[in-house]
């Protein structure tokens, strides 16, 4: 067999956790897109650290995120509060610093367990669930940080907070519900340029002085970070195609 990866040097391709250099490994793939991103930031005078990289893990199995783990990565993104539940409580012991965050939408009755697991609600997207978000964190003590997602770009079908409601909602989230609502997130609408989309929820989040700017997935993310970006969302680009349909 050929290798492609220089001469004289080992280039075993075995699963090895962690060890696994091979251009097609997680530890590949997650250094390159770790390397775009601190190049990208430093591009536009953003400092190291101004990015947080959330590695979106949804349908990829417990060994991938242990791969993942190995090389270094410690936030993960998940879409279902039942598959994150399967694949996250053993390692969140394993590695006390990992910090999980809700990605999809969340159902008031799986509140309880999101509330219990993530440490990070990206999909704050109606009135219902911060009620129940904030009914359920007085009682479990447990205050996951909260971001509200922002329906950029209007679309009906699509979970979030139209942009004109946004100050309204965030008000009633903190000063009634007393959420800790750190930030922002948004899906662009897939058929359009995601940059003005990128402008939109930067200028909001800056106007609401919330600090952080959850956008960018596998295709975008470096136009996320041009953007100001605090966390980007990457699934495909480290973890590889899904094996079947996140949705
Ligand atoms: C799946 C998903 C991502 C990651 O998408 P990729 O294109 O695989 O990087 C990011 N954000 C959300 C909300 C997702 O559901």
Redesign the pocket.
């Known amino acids: 067999m050929t290798t492609t990866q220089g001469t004289g040097k080992d280039t075993q391709t075995s699963a090895e956790p962690g060890g696994s250099k091979s251009a097609d490994s997680v530890t590949a793939r997650l250094d390159s897109v770790r390397h775009s991103i601190v190049e990208t930031a430093s591009a536009c005078g953003r400092g190291d650290g101004a990015v947080t990289l959330v590695a979106?893990s949804?349908t990829h199995p417990a060994e991938a995120v242990e791969e993942a783990l190995a090389a270094g990565q410690r936030v993960f993104?998940e879409?279902r509060v039942q598959e994150a539940k399967a694949k996250f409580p053993a390692l969140k012991e394993r590695f006390p610093e990992l910090e999980l965050h809700l990605?999809?939408p969340l159902q008031t009755n799986k509140v309880k367990d999101a509330v219990a697991l993530f440490d990070v609600i990206q999909t704050l997207d109606r009135p219902k669930l911060a009620e129940a978000l904030a009914e359920e964190m007085a009682k479990s003590g447990r205050r996951p940080r909260c971001l509200i997602e922002v329906n950029t770009g209007e679309e009906p079908q699509k979970a979030g907070i139209a942009p004109a409601e946004v100050g309204d909602f965030l008000a009633d989230c903190r000063d009634r519900l007393q959420l800790p609502v750190t930030g922002l997130m948004c899906?662009p609408p897939v058929d359009e340029e995601p940059a003005m989309h990128f402008a939109l929820l930067a200028e909001m989040a800056g106007r609401l002085g919330l600090a952080e700017i959850s956008m960018g997935?596998?295709?975008d993310f470096e136009t996320a970070v041009r953007f100001g970006a605090t966390h980007v969302?990457?699934?495909?680009?480290i973890f590889g195609a899904r094996p079947y349909p996140?949705t």
């Open positions: 979106v949804k993104g879409n990605i999809g899906i997935m596998s295709g969302r990457v699934g495909t680009a996140a």
